[in-house]
């Protein structure tokens, strides 16, 4: 927390002073371990799942296994986001790497939809003409499926409440489980019915599957890239904290922004015609904002001048 301090602005309007402050209880957790286990683990997975499927003739142990290979794509690239987060700001790049989470929450979502035009493409090609599929290949491959991709959501599953980038690779392993054990019923149909469309339909719920939890993924990393308001917290219940302040008589350039998946900054000018009231006051402010809204990055100015409301 830097010291507030008083300073002069062209125009005739004083402004009391800046504060500044940082909370770093929210930082991100160290998932390494967790990316290193399930990128070896599904990228084995991938490779025998699309070699039985080729084998068996399954169209949805294919589309299965394409879905795992965008899934490793994707846990590559959130572990190389929550990597370069942790690397400390330079001149150029001010605020770190932080935003590269974000960035990779995007092109997650991206790599999803991409994935779930190529399964719908063939999946339609295979409905129009339907082919013998082996049934207890489809179980015993997909049963792995669900062990791996369950084993690798579990990794995952502490950070997906606070990380949309841990919760990107999250909702990717427990999609896939879900996702293996319809593979697994689909081998079991045909086993039981001999019905070779069940394949093909199966692997048109996948896509549905796939789609719906990549709708969320891609809403959230979206607005997250236009700089809203994160999730949970509320603009306006901040702006009523800031203006229910002592001496405080109007609030303006109220800013609220993900800095990354895990970190929220905040800026406000304070009108506050009586004068500074003291770093502590600034501090406070800080600490309440950390402590009731998880805003980790506090940047106030305090004005005395109710004109810079609208001038400043």
Known sequence: MSAGHPHSHHGGHSHAGHGHGHGHSHA???????????????????????????LSGSMALIADAGHNLSDVLALMLAWAASVAAKRPPTGRF??????????????????????????LYETINRMAEPAPVEGMTMVVVA???????AGTALLFLRGRADDLNIRGAFLHMVADALVSLGV???????????????????SLLIVVVIAWG??????????????????GI?????????????????????????????ET????????????????????????LEHRHRIGHTTVQVERDRDCATGC
């Open 265 to 288: 900054a905040l800026t406000a000018h304070l009108v506050m015609p009586g004068g500074h009231p003291g770093d502590d006051f600034l501090r406070d402010i800080a600490a309440e």
């Open 28 to 54: 991100p957790a160290d998932f390494g371990n967790a990316f290193l286990i399930g990128i070896i683990l599904n990228t084995a997975f991938v490779a025998i799942e699309a070699t039985y499927g080729w």
């Open 143 to 149: 049963g792995i499926g669900i062990a791996i991709n």
């Open 184 to 202: 697994v019923i689909a081998g079991l149909a045909i086993l039981w019915s001999g019905a070779v469309w069940i394949d093909p339909a199966v």
């Open 214 to 231: 990549t709708w969320g993924l891609l809403k959230d990393s979206v607005k997250m890239s236009l700089h809203a308001v994160p999730p």
């Open 94 to 119: 001010t605020y770190g790497y932080k935003s590269s989470t974000i960035l990779a929450a995007l092109a997650n979502a991206s790599l999803l939809l991409i994935a779930v035009g190529a399964i």
């Open 234 to 262: 509320s603009e306006s219940a901040v702006r009523d904290y800031l203006a229910g302040l002592p001496g405080v008589e109007t609030v303006h350039d109220l800013h609220i922004w993900p800095m990354s998946t895990t």
